[in-house]
């Protein structure tokens, strides 16, 4: 059961236009989402996370939205650049007790110059 | 600053042998540590997770096993691989509770022959 989804695995995007990144989650007990960057061969950087509690998130280029009612989220990047180009994987944590997150399968993210 | 060193980076064993994948986290105390397994073309799953010294919880009945025997040490074993023990294995630490973000390791590239 898979309970955060990315269902485009992948997305090609002008450089300097915006990426639009989505994610979608079946469990409402989710309290907080976060966004992860990955290269090939690296381990998963955080990028930015949300609480429940917002609606919105901006650090530099990167925003998050979130929308509870619809359990969705999305990424945006703008303006995209050629370093950007990676696997974007979203990820949903809870008050369960414990510190799990749950990934999404990731999105691959190709910026073309 | 927090650093997380995980090792080999790249591994190729035989079907059959046994395998010990070790994790360390510097300048952090009681983190929570994870392992994780990414499969080619696949999402990250979580494979064990652990707050502390001595517990470690098992997310999927597999032929892996954890271990935790110093507070910043996260040690993934088994006995016999397998075929599809094959992945990248990913190292990651948290402190604290509420969707605290995971800092990975630069991962395992595991190969079985």
């Known amino acids: 059961d898979q309970q955060v989804k990315q269902n485009s695995p992948s997305l090609s995007v002008q450089e300097g236009r915006i990426s639009i990144l989505n994610c979608d989650y079946t469990?409402?007990?989710?309290?907080?989402f976060l966004w992860y960057k990955k290269y090939p061969a690296e381990g998963p950087t955080f990028l930015i996370s949300?609480?429940?509690?917002?609606d919105k998130n901006e650090d530099g280029r990167f925003t998050v939205f979130l929308n509870k009612s619809a359990k969705h989220l999305s990424l945006h990047i703008v303006p995209s650049q050629p370093g950007d180009s990676a696997v974007y994987f979203c990820?949903?944590?809870?008050?369960?007790?414990?510190?799990?997150?749950?990934f999404g399968t990731g999105t691959r993210l190709t910026i073309i110059p | 600053s927090q650093t997380i060193h995980q090792w080999p980076a790249t591994l190729v064993q035989p079907v059959g042998s046994p395998l010990s994948l070790e994790c360390t986290v510097e300048?952090?105390?009681?983190?929570?540590l994870y392992w994780y397994r990414q499969a080619a073309g696949r999402g990250l799953q979580l494979l064990f997770y652990?707050?502390?010294?001595?517990?470690i919880s098992s997310e999927v009945p597999q032929n892996l096993s954890a271990s935790r025997p110093q507070d910043r040490q996260f040690i993934l074993s088994s006995k016999k691989l397998l075929l599809s023990d094959s992945g990248f294995y990913l190292c990651?630490?948290?402190?604290?509770?509420?969707?605290?973000?995971?800092?990975f390791g630069d991962g395992t590239r595991l190969s079985i022959l």
């Open positions: 990651a630490w948290s402190v604290g509770q509420g969707g605290q973000p995971q800092h």
């Open positions: 469990n409402s007990m989710f309290d907080y």
């Open positions: 949300i609480s429940s509690i917002k």
């Open positions: 652990s707050v502390g010294i001595g517990q």
């Open positions: 300048g952090t105390s009681n983190p929570n």
């Open positions: 990820a949903a944590a809870g008050n369960f007790g414990n510190e799990k997150l749950t």
